[in-house]
Each structure stands twice: as structure tokens, then as C-alpha cells.
């Protein structure tokens, strides 16, 4: 399952099954100034329903580090359900909340929570678009295309 780009197939799977209802998303960027930390605090809450009760989807999550992955109430191993950029969800209900927390990345390329250190006035500058991997081929997504 590892990979860090959503198919087309994929997406359209995903977005069959999966209805989002809301997103809760809390960052921690307070040592963003400082370039040896190369990432940040991220837990993100999911409302959502499913189309059919017991199937299975995934989260994006382009991370160094997932720390919990909470499933309804129900915590999951994390070494288990996370590969790479994805984390498995299995035996879903009709109705399901998810809650991730982890360690997101700075990136340097636009997507994402982008970092940019100005050599201009020595500031540095984040911003982002709540991009997450594209289909063809970083805060989790679930619903596509995202």
C-alpha cells in the first residue's frame, strides 16, 4: 500500500464510499522559525459517513511520524494501520469519526504547510492550501478528489 500519490482509481473508490462531514484541524507551528525543526505538531478530527458498513478506506498523511490513530473511540496500533503516507481503515460503520495525531513536515515545494526562510529581511514565512497528495500521481484527507 505504500505510496505517496493518490490514483485516479483510487480517488474515485474513496469518493464513492465516503462522505465527509467535517474536519477539526489543530497545528502547532510555534518553533516554525526555527530551521532545525523540520515539522509540526498536527491532529486532525474527521466526521464521516460510509456507504457501506465494514468496508475499508484510507487516510492520506505525509508525516515523520504518526502518533495515534483513534477509530470511533477505539485507539489502533499504529505500527498496523499506517504505511507510509496512508493509514488503513478498517470495518467502518455507517457513521465513523477518526482523530490522527502526528508529525507533519514543512515543505519547501508549495504543498502542504510550505516554509520559506526570506534572505531578503531573514523572516521566516508559512503558508498553505490544505493540499493533500493529488490523484495521479499533508494534514490527513479523506474525501476526493482531494
Same mark, same amino acid.
Given at each position: ?57 484510507? #487516510? ?10 483513534? #477509530? ?6 499504529v ?20 482523530t ?42 479523506l474525501?476526493?478528489?482531494?
Open positions: 500500500m505504500s505510496n505517496q500519490n493518490l490514483r485516479r482509481d483510487e480517488a474515485a473508490t474513496r469518493s464513492a464510499l465516503i462522505t465527509t462531514h467535517s474536519y477539526d484541524v489543530s497545528l502547532d507551528v510555534r518553533q516554525a522559525a526555527d530551521p532545525d525543526v523540520a515539522g509540526y505538531t498536527s491532529r486532525s478530527v474527521i466526521n464521516f459517513s460510509a456507504g457501506e458498513p465494514g468496508s475499508s478506506t484510507f #487516510l492520506d498523511f505525509i508525516s515523520s511520524q504518526v502518533h495515534s490513530v483513534f #477509530l470511533n473511540g477505539k485507539g489502533l496500533p505500527a498496523d494501520v499506517v504505511d507510509g503516507s496512508r493509514i488503513r481503515l478498517d470495518n467502518l460503520q455507517a457513521e465513523n469519526q477518526v490522527v495525531t502526528g508529525t507533519a513536515l514543512y515543505s519547501t515545494s508549495g504543498e502542504g504547510m510550505h516554509r520559506f526562510f526570506d534572505p531578503a529581511d531573514g523572516q521566516c514565512y508559512l503558508y498553505t492550501q490544505y493540499e493533500p497528495p493529488t490523484p495521479a500521481g499533508s494534514s490527513p484527507t474525501s476526493s478528489p482531494t
